[in-house]
T-cell receptor
Framework: SQTIHQWPATLVQPVGSPLSLECTVE??????LYWYRQAAGRGLQLLFY??????ISSEVPQNLSASRPQDRQFILSSKKLLLSDSGFYLC????????????FGPGTRLTVL | GENVEQHPSTLSVQEGDSAVIKCTYS??????FPWYKQELGKRPQLIID?????GEKKDQRIAVTLNKTAKHFSLHITETQPEDSAVYFC??????????FGAGTRLAVHP
């Protein structure tokens, strides 16, 4: 069966510091991968998606970037965090265009101080 | 692009009553509509979904209906229980299997 991991689970970072969040998927190959952000008490905003290694599409202009160095690894980064980057970051995977279901990882709660 | 609107934003019911959450979508090409349940501090969990080739789908106490003509879909929870309390999100599929989410409904079930 498929499993999706995210780490760290929680993170407190000062403004201006760098960020690296990692997501890995097990039990599947060539998944579509997604990064979402959820501000406190709010909905889910799609940040990036990837249909393959090295292929990244950005949904909104922002202070973040994403990379997919391996088939089942998705990384979210920032060079300099802003206060507004605080939130709950969720990675999700889906099998592909014929299978629409998406499943979320456990999330990383980021607080920028 | 695709837009999904969800109502109500909060819903309070007594245990045993039914709860209905409604969503509308803008892209007539959308053909997949999932519902997620998110408990406090946890990840969203897929609870039920429907594809555009059917009008209704049931799974025990939950059901989803779809009206493609009106571009509406709804979640129905019957015989609500306190453990149904959570935030529920609807979504519609866009290009590249991107899910566009509604803003969420906070459901409170009171004993």
């Amino acid at each position: 069966s498929q499993t999706i991991h995210q780490w760290p689970a929680t993170l407190v970072q000062p403004v201006g510091s760098p960020l690296s969040l990692e997501c890995t998927v097990e039990g599947t190959s060539n998944p579509n991968l997604y990064w979402y952000r959820q501000a406190a008490g709010r909905g889910l905003q799609l940040l990036f998606y990837s249909v393959g290694i090295g292929q990244i599409s950005s949904e909104v202009p922002q202070n973040l970037s994403a990379s997919r160095p391996q088939d089942r690894q998705f990384i979210l980064s920032s060079k300099k965090l802003l206060l507004s980057d605080s939130g709950f970051y969720l990675c999700a995977w889906g099998q592909g265009f014929s299978y629409n279901e998406q499943f979320f990882g456990p999330g990383t709660r980021l607080t920028v101080l | 692009g695709e837009n999904v609107e969800q109502h109500p934003s909060t819903l309070s019911v007594q245990e045993g009553d039914s709860a209905v959450i409604k969503c509308t979508y803008s892209d007539s090409a959308s053909n997949y509509f999932p519902w997620y349940k998110q408990e406090l501090g946890k990840r969203p969990q897929l609870i039920i979904d429907i594809r555009s080739n059917v009008g209704e789908k049931k799974d025990q106490r939950i059901a989803v209906t779809l009206n493609k003509t009106a571009k509406h879909f709804s979640l129905h929870i019957t015989e609500t229980q306190p453990e149904d309390s959570a935030v529920y999100f609807c979504a519609a599929i866009g290009g590249y299997n991107k899910l566009i989410f509604g803003a969420g409904t906070r459901l409170a079930v009171h004993p």
